[in-house]
């Protein structure tokens, strides 16, 4: 099936061969005092074969997207080990990144070209404010401490300027990195979620702000949370593999193209 963004303001947007637009159907969910607007809800991956997807190195530009995301997943895993909602909160602080550099780069394309850009400015920001919300509802989890918010600023810090240098450089590479980083984030949550069944981790009553946010019941905890994250992560997957493809394949129909 064809998944479509259905973006504010705007027509339709392309993105790829994939099951029913969940995260990119959800429009950013607004602030309204100190509550957050609920987003739809959404009940899941229906076809379990996605979960696993892996798009699998096949040319330079692949395997160096991929050694990327191998340097930054090797420290974490070691600074955190089973800590696994502490290392939620460092994926997340990076995985929020992205999504602002790729639009910033996108929508200054678009203005110095006189074009549009094709819905991804917007796809990309909501990217970003999606990844920001499972940050926010990390630390009501995790509680990090002074040593966890020093290396999360260092991994923040170090990763925008490489992403930033990458995506100037190469948008396509850029892009399948940030694949191959959800990748590695479905993997994890895929874990936390195991680990939350074998009763290794209290399966805890789930943050106000997730419940508000992914629309969940009042009596959601932890392990329908990281269900409902994962789900998140995997559409980032698609949407990011699939931006790679076209910029390569059929540049004309991005922003990137001539």
Known sequence: MISRFILPHSKSVFIGTSHASTFGSRLLSLWKGNELEPIPAFGGYKNEHVLDLHRQPASIRDKIAKAMVTMFKVPTDWFFGKRLAHRAVVIETVAAVPGLVG???????????????????NTLLQEAENEKLHLMTFREIAKPNIVDKLFIRAAQISFF??????????????????GYIEEEAIHSYSHFIREVEAGNIPNVPAPKIAIQYWNLDEKAKLKDLLFAIRDDEMEHRDVNHNFADQILNNPSSTPHGP
Request: glycine share 8%.
């Open 103 to 121: 639009g910033l780069f996108v929508h200054l394309k678009s203005l110095r070209r006189i074009r549009h850009d094709h819905g991804w400015t």
């Open 161 to 178: 300027g490489i992403y930033t240098m990458v995506y100037a450089i190469s948008p396509a590479t850029a892009h399948r990195m940030i």
